[in-house]
């Protein structure tokens, strides 16, 4: 059975997970309508996989006889001045899911709840993963300057990217 403290924790996290997903989705519309669709196919598959996180944590919290709660559906923002923006806004974002993680883990050490700890284990993994790669993403992006024959072969790069999950493994 899973501590009150411990529950709100998890749910908080699921809504988190969910904005991701939302957040994701939102920058993928953004994207294609600008011209940048490999992008845009990465990011409609990194708003997928922000999906399966947030379902991975409900699922856990009713197996351990908790209530997942389905989170009020937040509208992310719409426009971004360019793809840089785009992806150093998903860094940021990344970096903050980072630091929530760590706190929830933070809360099951308090509460002693070891099965959690473990079970976060994945998720703490999953996020050094991820800012590593939105930073190399951001590397590239970096050293394009204005040349907009570079920025075509970053998008094709992208649309490449997303052909394989980014998940270190699939989210059950
Ligand atoms: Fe972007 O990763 Fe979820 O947790």
């Not at 793809?83 to 993680?101: D, G, Q, R, W, Y």
């Not at 883990?105 to 709840?113: A, H």
């Not at 050094?128 to 970096?142: G, H, Q």
């Amino acid at each position: 059975m899973l501590k009150e403290k411990v529950e709100k924790a998890l749910n908080k996290q699921i809504e988190l997970e969910l904005f991701s997903s939302q957040l994701y989705l939102s920058m993928a519309s953004w994207a294609e309508k600008n011209g940048y669709n490999g992008s845009a196919d990465f990011l409609y598959i990194h708003s997928d996989e922000e999906r399966e996180h947030m379902l991975k944590l409900f699922r856990f919290v009713n197996d351990r006889g908790g209530h997942a709660i389905v989170p009020e559906v937040k509208q992310p923002k719409l426009e971004y001045d360019s793809i840089n923006a785009v992806f150093e806004e998903i860094l940021e974002h990344e970096k903050m899911i980072t630091s929530e993680i760590n706190n929830l883990v933070g809360v099951c050490y308090e509460e002693k709840d070891f099965t959690t700890v473990n079970f976060l284990q994945w998720y703490v993994e999953e996020q050094v993963e991820e800012e590593s790669l939105f930073s190399n993403i951001l590397d590239k992006l970096n050293l394009l300057g204005g040349d907009k024959a570079r920025f075509y072969m970053f998008d094709n790069e992208m649309g490449n990217l997303s052909a394989t999950s980014t998940d270190s493994e699939d989210a059950e």
